[in-house]
């Protein structure tokens, strides 16, 4: 089954709209599709008005063959910085992780302004807005999962996705048209969506590794998997 051959009506939410289409990769920075996010947002912009509060968007360039979906901006991560994993501990496991597998080059230090840069690589998030608790809404998830179709269907090397958890694997099924029985989320599977892999990664958050249901030897071994099959 092809990615083009899942696609579904481009009005629908849930589907990769065409890439001919204009569909929007990321949002305004007042968008105010999730009305409980836009409270958050704002509280956060009067408590903390030096941070970058708003819809984060994604980093790497846009031929990259890889592509990372997390869950949502950390609140005092990448909500803070205004890039994806930057600023908290998650980011220091990715990054860390894509420095050593050659998906990016440079230092980080966990700044927007490190001059890290993205090797064939891009980071994106299935929630583009910081939701209270790192919960997202299922309502929540739904609205946004149109920028996260758009930003694929931007992506025109695209061969690897790699799903942060099981909410981004769970959105990422929707937008490629894979049935949720015959792809289950589990720790280092790997699903066939036409010329693309999706690869299931537990989530690099400071909970998961402090609790070790995610160790840097399990992280690295999804990252070699992708390393492997993208040569
Ligand atoms: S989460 Fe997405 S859809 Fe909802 S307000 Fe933020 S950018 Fe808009």
Known sequence: MTISTTRRSAAKVDSVPPRAAAAPTEADRDCPLCPRLVDFREAQRAREPSWYNAPVPSFG?????LLIVGLA???QGANRT???????????????????????????EAR?????????????????C????????????????????ATIAAMPRLRGIVALGRISHDTL??????RAAAAPFAHGAVHQAGGIKLYDSYHCSRYNTNTR??????????????KADLG
């Open 213 to 226: 249901v995610l160790t840097t030897e399990m992280f690295h071994a999804v990252f070699a998997r992708v």
């Open 130 to 149: 910081v939701p209270p608790q790192n919960k997202p809404l299922p309502a929540e998830i739904n609205q946004c999962r149109a920028f996260l179709g």
């Open 82 to 108: 205004g890039r994806p994993f930057t600023g908290d501990y998650a980011g220091d496991l990715l990054y860390g992780t894509l420095l050593h597998y050659g998906f990016a080059k440079g230092r980080f």
């Open 61 to 65: 360039d846009a031929n990259a063959r």
């Open 173 to 178: 099924l929707k937008l490629l048209g894979l």
């Open 112 to 128: 927007p302004d490190d001059g890290l840069t993205l090797v064939d690589c891009r980071i994106s998030n299935a929630v583009r």
């Open 73 to 75: 901006p950390g609140l």
